[in-house]
């Protein structure tokens, strides 16, 4: 047996130990291997154990590729007027082809825009709906407006130059019953009366439902409030409501159970929203900034227009301005329409557009457009008529100035009471003014400039002028009848109106703060005041060439001053011949004025005043036993001095040397 040993090297057992399968994946774009594009699929070992598949491991590439990509398909349809397009136009949907069949199937749209026609030629409106986000909470919609340059009928996005968002926002929906007394229509034929349903929109969210907010009514006869339970509800989107509101149900409900009675009352009326609200001031500088605007129903700030070379300015979905609106300096406007508007929250001017001629403001649905602040209607040269101003209602003040088109207004009839002032003037050819229900008006009234306006005709029914009623220069000015209801005025002034022959007309006035008529050149008399009682701080004539009289007061028992002032033919103050006692009698430079022995029950004085009334020879104030103030007889060149003088010894009551001045008058004269 033989042993043999031999040897050799050590050998390394890691050299033999199994590699891991990798695998990578990479995008692989459109080219030879995906013609779409997809995934290559890299394997192989991972040969330096770097856990990674590097490229040079890679043992085979397999690829998974895309399916092709659907393509991008439109279609449009024609959009009626309506909702989406008050003048009608197309409706534009798209969306992908996801079947490949060429054409946009109706479940593969995937948006809907609106491209609308435009009452502004070339300009086209894109409306697409926004889903509720950070912008409109509740969704709306976005407008996009702008030229069609390339004509050919569908707004592109190089062709926007205008984007407007309107936001849903619910408005609270108030309501209210209203008991009607007997005999009232139309329950005129129950002695029991019934109530009115009034339903509408708290347009200026002061939790009160106005008179100017109702939109819907019904009428229930011969029920009390306590017989009828009222329910409001959501209203959906349908014919009662084009864009959804407020079903607003009333049941008689005796029984307390919330159903409706046996053979009960029922009654259902809809207010409805469509809000669509813009927040911020808005400026209409161009057409494109006009057509923007037209899907918004309420804007919360001010809107302005001035756009010089804007013809037609319309916005018919437009119902409320929080702020003020302005139209001002738009020389190239013909027409200005906002027929939906029915809250202003500020006020609303139009002025100074040059070739206005068509002005419409609210009164679509028979609704009061109520103006929170002032109306001004000024220098709107071509303005024919404010007919387009019947629904407007403003709280505070009314300015119409320098409107020449202008003669025959238009009643203005939901004036009734204004806090502020009533201004109309320099209007050229107005022979009216519009204000027929117009009773009461907390300001002033000035009437004054208008040249065409032979009375004050359309105010029939103003009982009461808290401030200043002021007809000064109207050249055609006339009569004054159409003021026969007037019944108090804080200060009446008649100044500078030429051809005003006489000042009757005021049969019921009853109180004047003060009356001033000066420089009417052809007045022969004042006064015709039947029922007038007291003037509490005076009544003064001045510089009235042909003046002869003041009567015709009987009722007058009350005046703090009378002043008759350079009036060369005045001889009678026959109206002032009640009064008593005065502050102030004043009379100066009256060449004709030869006694004031119409005031001869007048008692007592503070002051006497008579100067320069060249034919004034006697006094004839019998009952004159004081004056206290002063007592000023001066420049009468046929009064004779020494009946001044007795005069004043008798009645004057205070100091001589202070309160006595008697000079210039005729010292030659004797008395008995």
Not at 520 to 548: H, I
Not at 551 to 580: D, K, Y
Request: charged letters at 20%; hydrophobic letters at 40%; aromatic letters at 4%.
């Amino acid at each position: 047996m033989a042993l043999l040993v031999s040897g050799c090297d050590a050998i390394d057992l890691s050299e033999l130990t199994q590699r891991d399968a990798m695998t990578r994946v990479r995008a692989e774009p459109p080219g030879e291997h995906c013609e779409f594009g997809g995934d290559a699929v890299l394997t192989g070992l991972d040969q330096d154990r770097d856990g990674e598949l590097d490229d040079a491991e890679v043992t085979a590439t397999e690829y998974v590729c895309d399916d092709a990509i659907p393509k991008v398909r439109t279609r449009s349809r024609a959009e009626p007027h309506g909702v989406n397009c008050a003048l009608g136009g197309q409706a534009v949907e798209s969306g992908l082809d996801r079947n490949a069949n060429g054409q946009l199937d109706d479940g593969e749209v995937a948006i809907a825009d609106f491209v609308c026609a435009t009452s502004v030629a070339n300009v086209l409106l894109r409306v697409r709906p926004v889903a509720p986000g950070e912008k409109c909470p509740l969704g709306g919609q976005l407008s996009h407006a702008g030229h069609d340059a390339n004509g050919n009928g569908l707004l592109e996005d190089e062709e926007i130059s205008q984007e407007v968002y309107a936001c849903d926002e619910p408005a609270p929906v108030l309501s209210r019953l209203r008991v009607l007394p007997a005999f009232t229509a139309p329950c005129d034929g129950d002695d029991r009366g019934g109530l009115m349903l009034e339903a509408g929109v708290d347009l200026n969210g002061d939790g009160a439902l106005a008179t100017s907010e109702l939109e819907a009514t019904a009428y229930a006869c011969g029920l009390e409030p306590s017989d009828l339970k009222v329910y409001h509800d959501g209203e959906p989107a349908g014919p009662n409501c084009a864009r959804s509101g407020t079903r607003v149900d009333a049941i008689q409900d005796r029984d307390r159970d919330g159903e409706l009675d046996a053979g009960g009352f029922a009654a259902t009326v809809y207010v409805c929203q469509a809000a669509r609200v813009h927040d911020g001031t808005y400026v209409v500088a161009s057409p494109t900034d006009l057509v923007a605007l037209e899907g918004v129903t309420h804007l919360r700030g001010t809107l302005t227009f001035s756009a010089p070379t804007l013809t037609d300015a319309s916005l018919p979905s437009l119902a409320v301005i929080q702020g003020s609106l302005t139209a001002e300096g738009n020389s190239s406007l013909r027409r200005l329409s906002l027929p939906a508007l029915r809250f202003v929250g500020g006020d609303v001017a139009v002025r100074s557009n040059a070739r206005l001629d068509a002005l419409a403001l609210g009164g679509t649905s028979g609704a009061v457009l109520w103006v929170e602040r002032s109306l001004f209607v000024e220098d709107n040269p071509m303005l024919p008529t404010l007919a387009g101003l019947a629904a407007v209602q403003p709280r505070d003040s009314i300015f119409l100035r320098a409107n020449n088109a202008m003669v025959e207004p238009g009643p203005l009839p939901r004036v009734v009471v204004l806090q502020g002032s009533l201004v109309i003037e320099d209007n050229l050819r107005m022979d009216r003014t519009p204000f027929v229900n117009l009773a009461r008006v907390h300001g002033d009234v000035r009437l004054a400039g208008n040249a065409g306006m032979p009375a004050p005709s359309g105010l029939e029914n103003l009982t009461h002028v808290d401030g200043t009623l002021e007809l000064r220069e109207n050249t055609a000015l006339e009569v004054l009848h159409p003021l026969a209801r007037l019944g108090s005025v804080g200060e009446l002034n008649l100044i500078g109106n030429p051809r005003l022959t006489d000042t009757s007309g005021f049969t019921r006035l009853s109180y004047a703060g003060r009356i001033f008529i000066q420089g009417n050149k052809e007045l022969v008399s004042a006064g015709n005041m039947p029922v007038l009682e007291q003037v509490t701080q005076g009544f003064s004539v001045r510089y009235n060439e042909k003046l002869q009289r003041v009567h015709r007061l009987p009722a007058l028992r009350s005046a703090s001053s009378v002043s008759a002032t350079g009036n060369p033919v005045l001889t009678s103050l026959e109206g002032f011949n009640q009064l008593i006692r005065l502050t102030t009698l004043e009379a100066l430079g009256n060449a004709a004025l030869t006694s004031l022995g119409d005031l001869a029950l007048l008692r007592e004085l503070d002051v006497l005043n008579l100067q320069g009334n060249a034919a004034l020879t006697r006094f004839d104030l019998p009952e004159l036993a004081r004056v206290s103030g002063a007592f000023v007889v001066v420049d009468n060149a046929m009064l004779p001095t020494c009946r001044a003088t007795a005069l004043a010894a008798s009645v004057f009551q205070g100091d001589p040397a202070a309160g006595v001045n008697i000079r210039d008058n005729d010292d030659a004269a004797t008395c008995p």
